[in-house]
């Protein structure tokens, strides 16, 4: 079964990264590169993705022209950072590789088709 797992980062968690020196920025960025690792069977794929002030927004209204935007659908204090799908045997599993993730301190687990 496939699901997608989606790394959220908190405006705490982006403070904290920000606020670390170069060493510890290193051994953190060290530790996601591990955790990609030991779950590369799984993983299917993955990615980063650029900082939200980057994102366009497009608004589709019936038939009228859709609305574009810059910057993301809404503001928030969580914005998702990145993405990896993984194909596992079920939810349980899926919960046990999102469980050992080094890295944001929130995770929506969804199921992909």
Known sequence: MKYVLMFVETEQFAKELQAMGELERDAAFEAVGRWFAEHADKITHHTHLAPVHTATTMRLQ???E???????????????????????????????????????PVMEIRPAS
Do not use: H, M, N
Not at 67 to 82: C, L, Q, R
């Open 62 to 64: 019936g038939d009228s």
């Open 66 to 104: 859709p609305v574009i935007t810059d910057g993301p659908f809404v503001e928030g204090k969580e914005v998702v950072s990145g993405f990896a799908e993984i194909e596992v045997a079920d939810l349980d599993e899926a919960l046990k590789i999102a469980r050992s993730w080094p890295a944001c």
